[in-house]
């Protein structure tokens, strides 16, 4: 075989992934700009309609990408002969991408808002100063965004894997244990808006991108691993339905 | 097709046995492969190779390297001969033994025969 | 290229259900394989320790003198055909063929799509929408255009009905005489699939229970039919697999070759020796209790 197994993995995925990703960005883009036509004819607002939108609703997406990773394709690669592990780092090359476009959607977003507030004159409205106003803070959000990404879509697939191998009740037990990687990344990047109302409320200060960086890479490391060993040995069971 | 009377292979030979005796199959004249059979037949082409197999033993079938299976040139007289064998007991004999069970008496067997002459 | 098969006392634990004990089995490769058992008699498991989808509690699984599980060169060239396809329901048929036409190694499309057109296997539609026969045509159109070495279908033609199945016997024999591999059929369905097989492994209660070329398993059952008192003398000492009485006649199922005087010593006695279809065989090998 000319190309090795994870990437072929990698790409397999890609490829089946593709339309529901594509399609959910271009829904969220759309209705962004539907919103944001109006907010701008409407003349003013108090916050950052990119922040809202994108705080919580493409993290929910993120995770439930996740979640069907193992649920729904560890069974079919396993069945044409890839091994669990080449299946992982596949996949895990697939959340890389994923992460990857919706941090890069995510800071192009808030640097159009951006854009968009100066020249519509919004940004005297805001309650909060606006999120992204320079360049450095542009970078910062790229890179806490893409460790965001990269923690919903692994805590989602621990999710997915506590599922596939304990069982329902076990899977949905194990919730509050599999999203506290989650936890860890948001308040190390003060995101919003769980990072940023847990430290609101407990009074902690936003910190350094060097921190979160910190924190937030071994959440990813402890979800990742955690997940490799469940999906090791897992058995593959009978199709139903 | 086959049943389950006697192991397949020994049918296999049989029935190829019986188109040499009624000329369907001539003397020096290819036999299918043993993997058309099995593909015709739908058995397995091992079971197909053990009947053939059986019947080069026999001396039946002769090989011709890379070429195929062929029918010995004498293999109808040496059925011929091994039936006629076997006719009188098997065939002649039992029916004698029949004939006693049922209460037919040889004359009247006779008889018939003669009237087939 | 052909895989042999070896397992060495396996032992298969589902919480405190032993479905496999201790199984120890051995199949040379580039065979097709008959493995007969009756539901829960753990061959399904056998199967899916030996195609590396589940790993055993204990013992050894060697495919090719390697364990299977995690092992990427051995497990490219197993493909585990079930009778449904691991997909979900809102995947199409064609982009199911499309992942294993990228991760197969030995697949051959144009096999495939002769397949496809043989089982009417409609290309857009989702395999939720689709029937249970189309499902399993599906699976084993899968497991024959993957060409892989070691293939196993576990009763996948389950769903299908009498012409698809013969379509399926057929495909998968040409195929195997054109490219010899090792191939396993689990089956309930033994009078269908009978002929195909070479060698015949028969399993229950996860064990096992016979392993003999198809022709000497055959063999190995006889019918026994006459006047009782003749019949019992005759079987006496014989391991006995059933019997069925109706007035004065018996008919005894014994296991274990007769020698050709034991035959005519049968024929003397006045007693009737038929032979025992390998359906009835396993039905008797495997029946709940034996004398």
């Keep these: 075989m000319t190309t090795s197994t994870p990437w072929l993995v990698a790409r397999t995925q890609a490829r089946a992934g593709l339309t529901t990703v594509a399609g959910y960005w271009a829904i969220m883009i759309t209705i962004y700009a539907v919103i944001i036509t109006i907010v701008v004819s409407v003349g003013d607002t108090d916050v950052s309609i990119w922040a809202t939108s994108g705080g919580s609703a493409p993290k929910y997406f993120l995770l439930a990408i996740g979640v069907m990773l193992t649920t729904a394709y560890l069974p079919g690669y396993v069945g044409n002969g890839v091994t669990r592990r080449d299946y992982a780092l596949g996949a895990s090359l697939y959340v890389l991408a994923v992460a990857a476009v919706y941090a890069v959607i995510m800071t192009l977003g808030f640097l159009v808002e951006h854009a968009i507030y100066s020249s519509a004159d919004l940004m005297g409205g805001l309650e909060d100063p606006y999120p992204v106003r320079s360049l450095a803070d542009g970078l910062g959000t790229l890179v806490a965004e893409l460790f965001v990404g990269i923690i919903y879509l692994c805590c989602g697939w621990l999710m997915g894997t506590c599922f596939y191998r304990f069982g329902a009740w076990w899977g949905i037990g194990l919730i509050p244990v599999t999203l506290l990687p989650v936890v860890v990344t948001e308040v190390g990047f003060d995101s919003l808006w769980l990072g940023y109302g847990i430290n609101n409320g407990l009074g902690i200060e936003r910190p350094a991108l060097a921190v979160g960086v910190l924190m937030a890479a071994v959440s990813v490391a402890a979800a990742w691993f955690v997940n490799f060993a469940l999906i090791r040995a897992v058995a593959i069971k009978k199709v139903s339905g | ?117 | 290229m052909t895989l042999p098969v070896e397992v060495k006392d396996l032992t298969i634990r589902y919480g405190d259900t032993v479905a496999v004990d201790g199984l120890t089995l051995g199949l040379d490769g580039g065979k097709i394989y008959g493995l007969l058992g009756r539901n829960g008699s753990g061959k399904t498991s056998v199967l899916s320790a030996v195609a590396a989808f589940r790993k055993a509690t204990s013992g050894a699984v060697l495919v090719d003198g390697a364990e299977p599980f995690e092992n990427a060169a051995l497990t490219r060239q197993i493909c585990f055909v079930r009778d449904r396809v691991d997909a979900q329901d809102t995947d199409q048929v064609r982009a199911v063929l499309k992942m294993s036409r990228a991760l197969r190694p030995n697949w051959d499309e144009e096999y495939a799509q002769a397949l496809i057109e043989r089982f009417h296997l409609p290309l857009k539609k989702r395999i939720g929408a689709l029937s249970r026969g189309a499902k399993s045509a599906l699976s084993v159109t899968l497991g024959l255009a993957a060409r892989a070495p070691l293939t196993i279908f576990d009763e996948a033609y389950l769903g299908m009905d009498a012409p698809s199945r013969y379509a399926f016997y057929e495909e998968l024999l040409n195929d195997y005489i054109a490219h010899p591999r090792t191939i396993i059929i689990s089956t309930h369905l033994i009078e269908e699939v009978g002929s195909l097989f070479e060698e015949v492994v028969i399993i229950d209660k996860g064990k096992l229970v016979a392993h003999d070329e198809t022709e000497a398993l055959r063999a190995r059952g006889v019918a026994v039919t006459g006047p009782v008192e003749a019949v019992d003398a005759f079987t006496a000492g014989r391991t006995v697999l059933g019997d069925q009485r109706l007035g004065g006649t018996r008919s005894t199922t014994v296991y274990g070759q007769l020698t050709d005087e034991e035959r005519a010593r049968a024929r003397d006695a006045g007693l009737e020796l038929g032979p025992v279809g390998l359906q009835d065989l396993f039905v008797h090998l495997t029946a709940e209790e034996r004398r």
């Design chain 2, 1 to 117: 097709m086959f049943d389950d009377r006697s192991p397949i292979y020994l049918q296999i030979a049989d029935k190829i046995k019986e188109d040499i005796l009624s000329g369907a199959l001539g003397e020096d004249e290819q036999v299918m492969s043993t993997n058309q059979y099995a593909s015709f037949y739908r058995i397995n082409p091992a079971t197909a190779a053990k009947g053939f197999q059986q019947l080069v033993e026999e001396g039946v079938l002769y090989k011709r390297r890379g070429i195929g299976m062929f029918v010995s040139a004498d293999a109808r007289e040496k059925l011929r001969a091994e039936r006629r064998e076997r006719f009188f007991e098997q065939v002649v004999d039992a029916m004698i033994a029949e004939a006693r069970v049922i209460g037919i008496s040889l004359d009247e067997i006779v008889r018939r025969i003669e009237g087939a002459k």
